[in-house]
């Protein structure tokens, strides 16, 4: 029985594209894992603080020689570390907020990102502890920020998400983009845009 821990990062609920696209995802892996578990974590219904020196304290402490007060500390970390172990895959909703992601995602990542649980320095060179996790990342831009346009040096959200994703193990990753949202608020007809990014995620969730 395989599990599937779906996140969402956009504010705009109904109005969202990134949401609507992770939530066919979420329809067609489901029809093809009858049996399958899937995790919804929404980061904006998500309290999250920022990282502090307390916290930081608390992570290289070894878990052993913690106090009640640093394991509290690490509580909703360790919740959302809980969901990404049980899950074997992953579908993320990103919406671009000034060229990067959204503060509710970087929140989410400073709290997954930890010493000894998703990475590691034990041999002096990093290692990702997240393996064999393959994962969806369904992104959403008001503008278009395709290879060789003028703005593509403006996208922030692909290259950081590869990154930190892949120091933390996810080697097997697909980025799916649905760019020009923008075109919406300009009267673009929102069935005919989300027409060929629906096929692209259906048929892409049949394959993982
Ligand atoms: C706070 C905010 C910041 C945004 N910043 C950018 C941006 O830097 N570049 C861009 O192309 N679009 C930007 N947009 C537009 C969104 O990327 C676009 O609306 C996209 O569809 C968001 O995904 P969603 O529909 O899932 O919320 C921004 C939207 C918001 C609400």
Known sequence: MSTL???????????SVSRQLTGAFVDQWKSLHLDGTVIDR???????????????????????????????LLAVSDV?????????????????????????LKLWIDQIARVGRTFTYGSGIPKGLLTGKKTTFIIATGG?????????????VEPYLRSVFGFLGV????????????????????????????????????TV
């Open 5 to 15: 821990l779906h996140i969402d990062s956009s504010p705009l609920y109904g109005r």
């Open 42 to 72: 929404d980061l904006n219904a998500t309290a999250i603080a920022p990282i502090t020196a307390e916290w930081v304290g608390a992570a290289y402490t070894p878990e052993e020689a913690r106090t009640p007060q640093q394991k509290g």
């Open 80 to 104: 959302l570390l809980t969901e990404l172990d049980r899950a074997d895959e992953y579908v993320i909703g990103v919406p671009m907020h000034n060229f990067g992601v959204p503060s509710v």
């Open 144 to 156: 278009i920020y395709d290879a060789q346009t003028r703005m593509s040096s403006f996208n922030f």
């Open 171 to 206: 080697t097997d990753a697909t980025f799916l983009t649905a760019g020009g949202t923008a075109a919406l608020n300009q009267g673009l007809d929102r069935d005919a845009f989300l027409a060929p990014h629906l096929q692209v995620v259906q048929s892409h969730a049949q």
